[in-house]
């Protein structure tokens, strides 16, 4: 028995309903929403748009996430909003979805991914949150209590590399100065008498020399001799037993001796 034409029409349009009705069920009901984005510990954007489910998991723009923040490119050769395909630079490493099959692939290995993780909302793909480090290396953390997502790529962003980049040229042209100062540099040491300091001295104290009393007048010059190291003080009317010195009681006297006495110079400090 072969069903009128009218018939026919009116089992198709039960049979999209039926589909219609059944997807409906299915598909999880999403509301637009706001969230911190995080690379790392960095926060990158403060109000970043997404879809939520009924449990609160952010559902994120797969393109937008992908070329705006993770540093991927897509691939404009092939342009389907329901099969894209993004590289990662400098390993150029190809990740695409397909929508019809709900699968996603890593450089042509394939997975399916779980019933409704993967949606298509105004001609953009949407993929849930936690199947981005299943396909993509990276790790995520939705954190609830912050309303926040953490991203952590496995791989080095192209800011990274920049940054490493600018401080080995850097220090490189720290080390072309360091070497060109010290190449430059000429070293004078003074010579003997350079670090001269005269006067008179006139000195009066309790003490007893000897073997005569304490009290002179003398014009000194004192001397530093840098390249031997040693200190003169030269002593032009020095008797030359001052350079002994008794100091203390009676009876337990003790001497004091200011290093070498040569003729009117008496050499204080030796290298």
């Not at 879809?51 to 998991?57: A, G, M, V």
């Not at 209590?145 to 401080?167: C, D, H, I, M, W």
């Amino acid at each position: 028995m072969i069903a009128s034409p009218r018939l026919q029409v009116f089992l198709v349009l039960l049979y999209f309903a039926g589909m219609a009705a059944a997807e409906e069920k299915t598909a999880p009901k999403l509301e637009e929403g706001y969230i911190g984005l995080y690379l790392g510990q960095q926060l990158i954007v403060h109000v970043y748009r997404v879809l939520l489910d009924d449990d609160e998991q952010p559902y994120l723009p797969v393109r937008d996430l992908l070329t705006a923040w993770l540093e991927l490119t897509e691939e404009t050769s092939i342009v389907s909003a329901s099969k894209p395909v993004y590289l990662l630079n400098p390993g150029r490493q190809v990740y695409s979805l397909d929508f019809d099959l709900k699968t996603a692939s890593c450089n042509g290995v394939a997975f399916a991914l779980p019933p409704d993780t993967l949606i298509m909302n105004g001609n953009e793909l949407w993929l849930r949150f936690d199947q981005l480090d299943k396909w993509l290396p990276l790790k995520s953390r939705w954190d609830l209590n912050q309303y926040s997502l953490f991203l952590y790529p496995q791989y080095k962003t192209r800011g990274q590399v920049q940054a490493e980049r600018r401080s080995m040229l850097s220090d490189e042209a720290t080390r072309q100065a360091e070497a060109e100062l010290l190449g430059s540099a000429e070293v004078r040491l003074p010579e003997y008498g350079a670090l001269s300091v005269k006067s008179i001295l006139k000195l009066n104290y309790p003490l007893k020399v000897d073997p005569k009393p304490a009290g002179f007048e003398s014009a000194t010059e004192l001397n530093w001799d840098l390249p031997q190291g040693n200190l003169y003080l030269n002593c032009n009317n020095l008797d030359l037993e001052f350079a002994s010195l008794t100091h203390g009681t009676e009876n337990d006297p003790k001497k004091w001796t200011l290093g070498d006495t040569l003729g009117d110079s008496t050499r204080l400090f030796s290298a």
